[in-house]
Every structure is written in structure tokens, then in C-alpha cells.
T-cell receptor, first 114, second 113 residues
Framework: DAGVTQSPTHLIKTRGQQVTLRCSPK?????VSWYQQALGQGPQFIFQ???????QRGNFPDRFSGHQFPNYSSELNVNALLLGDSALYLC?????????????FGPGTRLTVT | LAKTTQPISMDSYEGQEVNITCSHN???????ITWYQQFPSQGPRFIIQ???TKVTNEVASLFIPADRKSSTLSLPRVSLSDTAVYYC??????????????FGTGTRLLVSP
């Protein structure tokens, strides 16, 4: 049973560019959440998708957008990259109906903006 | 969502029991208490969750006093591989029914030989 997978593993972009990160949820899961983790900090919630719609959003600007596909996989898009966007981006999947707070995280995508 | 306070770091030795306490004074009635573990360059991993009293699984125990204003994660007989950051989270699904995790800075546990 495959867990949460993310691609790419690492990515280097230049300020002002756009980036797309991808996530495949754990088999059987229908909800995908995205988190940003800066070095030395805990993960910060970006947004969450269920049934192809954004259901919750954290305190992130509109430059951060996402999408969920019919097969439950998801993409995170970041436009007009800033140096401060350099971080580990984590995807987590869960079941819409299930025990509170048990989310399964992927290994993350390390984004470096130069 | 309730704010949590936990020690920034802890040190231990192999074979010892480690207890990490988390303070959550403004926990709400519907809030659950959940702990995650994170190794460097990996995503967090769910350890244990509880609402009140004591919960035990194959990895850890979670002790929650009657007033629920704090909780203690207990790791029995730690090994070097337990060196990680441990996060305490408090909250529920709220009116939306969706699970939003709010992480603090966590407790860095270092286990030495």
C-alpha cells in the first residue's frame, strides 16, 4: 500500500518564477492538505482540498493556489516566487470521515528560491 | 484553535523513559490532543491521540489529567532512533468537519548512547 508521494523531491527556482508541486494521497484517502515548513519551524497550514474544492485556507497570499483532481491527487502552485518561499512543502492526506487529526504526510518537496 | 506550549528541547539516554509535557490551558470541550513525530527531511508522523485519561499504543502513552489543560507524551525505553521533533496539537474538526493541523515549534528530543 503506497503512502503519500510527492514530486519533485527538490527544486530550485528563481525569484519571480512559478512552480507546481504534485502530491498523490495514500490509497483510499480523499482529502489532501498542503503545509509549508521553514527551517527550524513547525509546518504551517496552507490549504485543504476535498471533492476538488478548497475547503479551508491558512494565512497565505493568493500567490498560493491549488487543485485537486478526480483521482484525489493534488497540485500546489506558487506564483511570483519570493526568497521567503524557500521551504519544505508537505502534502498530507486523510479521510473526510475519520478520527480527528490523523493525517498522513509525504516526504515533502524542498523548494529553494534564489 | 487552542495554543500549545511545550519545551523547546530535551535530552535523554538510550533505555530511559521520556516524558514530554504540553500545556494547553484554553482547550475547548470538543478538542482532541494529538502528537506527531518528525525526523529531519521527512514529513510528520502521527503517534497518538486522546481526549481524556490515558491512551496507549505500541509506540507511546498519552496521559491527560481530568482538567485537560495539559498532556504528557510518554516514550518508554527510548533508543537513538527516537531522536526527532515531537509536536503537540490541540483542536477538532470544527464546524467544517475538516481536519486542520496547527503545529507549534515542537520539542527536539536528543537521545544519546
Amino acid at each position: 500500500d503506497a503512502g503519500v508521494t510527492q514530486s519533485p523531491t527538490h527544486l530550485i527556482k528563481t525569484r519571480g518564477q512559478q512552480v507546481t508541486l504534485r502530491c498523490s494521497p495514500k490509497s483510499g484517502h480523499d482529502t489532501v492538505s498542503w503545509y509549508q515548513q521553514a527551517l527550524g519551524q513547525g509546518p504551517q497550514f496552507i490549504f485543504q482540498y476535498y471533492e476538488e474544492e478548497e475547503r479551508q485556507r491558512g494565512n497565505f497570499p493568493d500567490r498560493f493556489s491549488g487543485h485537486q483532481f478526480p483521482n484525489y491527487s493534488s497540485e500546489l502552485n506558487v506564483n511570483a516566487l519570493l526568497l521567503g518561499d524557500s521551504a519544505l512543502y508537505l502534502c498530507a492526506s486523510s479521510l473526510r470521515v475519520g478520527g480527528p487529526y490523523e493525517q498522513y504526510f509525504g516526504p515533502g518537496t524542498r523548494l529553494t528560491v534564489t | 484553535l487552542a495554543k500549545t506550549t511545550q519545551p523547546i528541547s530535551m535530552d535523554s539516554y538510550e533505555g530511559q523513559e521520556v516524558n514530554i509535557t504540553c500545556s494547553h490551558n484554553n482547550i475547548a470541550t470538543n478538542d482532541y490532543i494529538t502528537w506527531y513525530q518528525q525526523f529531519p527531511s521527512q514529513g510528520p508522523r502521527f503517534i497518538i491521540q486522546g481526549y481524556k485519561t490515558k491512551v496507549t499504543n505500541e509506540v507511546a502513552s498519552l496521559f491527560i489529567p481530568a482538567d485537560r489543560k495539559s498532556s504528557t507524551l510518554s516514550l518508554p525505553r527510548v533508543s537513538l532512533s527516537d531522536t526527532a521533533v515531537y509536536y503537540c496539537l490541540v483542536g477538532d474538526t470544527g464546524n467544517t468537519g475538516f481536519q486542520k493541523l496547527v503545529f507549534g515549534t515542537g520539542t527536539r528530543l536528543l537521545v544519546s548512547p
